[in-house]
Nanobody
Framework: VQLQASGGGLVQAGDSLRLSCTAS????????VGWFRQAPGKEREFVAG????????RFADSVKGRFTISRDNDKRVVDLQMNYLKPEDTANYYC??????????????????WGQGTLVTVSS
């Protein structure tokens, strides 16, 4: 599967942004999909993930209550809706796909397929 992330941009604190991860290839519904982010000088961190059928989601504590994740397997898209953005949300955001297990796991090493990053910049 190939992934392409889009939707990044420059916004102000408190604004919203919607990122999309579009997949090509077969059997998209067989993949758990996660969103990760990496700020300059920091390690890549888990943001949110969604199970194959969309029935289970998981969020980092730092984004709980502000971000939601959804997927449309027919359209091969996973969206990350980001609300009440903060300057500390500034980072390159990546989507990734995993075939390991049915549950969403936060470790980057569990994800075999990665899209290119999309930059989110939140000004104060």
């Amino acid at each position: 599967v190939q992934l392409q992330a889009s939707g990044g941009g420059l916004v102000q604190a408190g604004d919203s942004l919607r990122l999309s991860c579009t997949a090509s290839g077969r059997f998209f519904s067989a993949y758990t999909v996660g969103w990760f982010r990496q700020a300059p000088g920091k390690e890549r961190e888990f943001v949110a993930g969604i199970s194959r059928g969309g029935g289970s989601t998981r969020f980092a504590d730092s984004v709980k209550g502000r971000f939601t994740i959804s997927r449309d397997n027919d359209k091969r898209v996973v969206d990350l809706q980001m609300n009440y953005l903060k300057p500390e949300d500034t980072a390159n955001y990546y989507c990734a796909a995993s075939t390991i297990g049915a549950q969403v796991v936060p470790g980057p090493s569990r994800y075999s397929y990665w899209g290119q990053g999309t930059l989110v910049t939140v000004s104060s």
